[in-house]
């Protein structure tokens, strides 16, 4: 009799600690039952879900090398930055200064990568120059290269610290020879190929551009 009561006991707690399982009992048509994820059906949702839904898996996001072509410049600028929008890791430090930039309007980009890229309006500046090393320009005319052009694009954005210890020697020497080291092997590093395809690559593609409307669509 204690063994009976004890196990009735037993299975009414179980029945309480697992109350699923009283519902599934209590169902006669238990088997019928589906868990569904909540998007794959959309009878239960108002009107106009499915389509946003559809918009968000559909979304895509932009890449970190984006180079914003068309965002305004700046009209009273301190300081032109050339920048190869081809090297996702050169890309990251362009968009970190062009963030900053938004609440200083000093510096203004270039992108040497793109197909408007003049020389002539970048103080005769070729492509092949400045795929070498950084370049910057100052508004009068002046052309800075390697971490003095740093220094100065960081300057004009309130991060002048970053650089500053650079103006001294012998560091300025030995930031200058760890930066040569990185302009030379950076295209190996970013896995693109030598500089000489690259030029050859364009060079066809300026080819076929002018003998053809190909690029002017």
Known sequence: MAMALTRASCCSLARQRNPLRSIFLRNPHHQRIRFRHPLQSFKSYPAGFQHRVRAIHEATVEPLTSNKQNEPQPQNWNIKMLYDGDCPLCMREVNMLRERNESYGTIKFVDISSDEYSPEENQGLDYKTVMGRIHAIL??????TDVEAFRKLYEEVGLGWVYAV?????IATIADAIYSVWAKYRLQVTGRPPLEEILDTRKKKDEICNNSNACKM
């Open 139 to 144: 508004s009068d005319g002046t052309v800075v």
């Open 166 to 170: 650079t103006k001294y020697e012998p």
